[in-house]
């Protein structure tokens, strides 16, 4: 069975930094494109950023330049480095994946909350 497990996440202040992490645990066939979303209390989950499998990467208007997303194939993993972060950056932070298992699937973390403090 095929879970995402996600670390990285805590409190740190305006102006730091944070790095999240998101591996595959269990056998997937194929991993087609990695995205990042997160929910701040009281609102929709929001797409943060993507990266496809050739490496293209988009990201919301809000946190273009201080955040970017990689990966690393041969570990199924997806990291997301933020940078500068915002008191507004708080929020639990979900990592997605499209993949093939016996047919295309969608799989989700379990969420990492990250706080920043003004």
């Known amino acids: 069975q095929v879970q995402l497990v996600e670390s990285g996440g805590g409190l740190v202040q305006a102006g730091g930094s944070l790095r999240l992490s998101c591996t595959v645990s269990?056998?997937?066939?194929?991993?087609?494109?990695w995205a990042w979303y997160r929910q701040a209390p009281e609102k929709e989950r929001e797409l943060v950023t993507s990266?496809?499998?050739?490496?293209?990467?988009k990201y919301a208007d809000s946190v273009k330049g201080r955040f970017t997303i990689s990966r690393d194939n041969a570990k199924n993993t997806v990291y997301l480095q933020m940078n500068s972060l915002k008191p507004e950056d708080t929020a639990v932070y979900y990592c997605?994946?499209?993949?093939?298992?016996?047919?295309?699937?969608?799989?989700w973390g379990q969420g990492t909350q990250v706080t920043v403090s003004s």
């Open positions: 997605n994946l499209n993949g093939y298992n016996n047919g295309f699937r969608n799989y």
């Open positions: 269990g056998s997937i066939f194929s991993i087609n494109n």
């Open positions: 990266i496809t499998t050739g490496g293209s990467t």
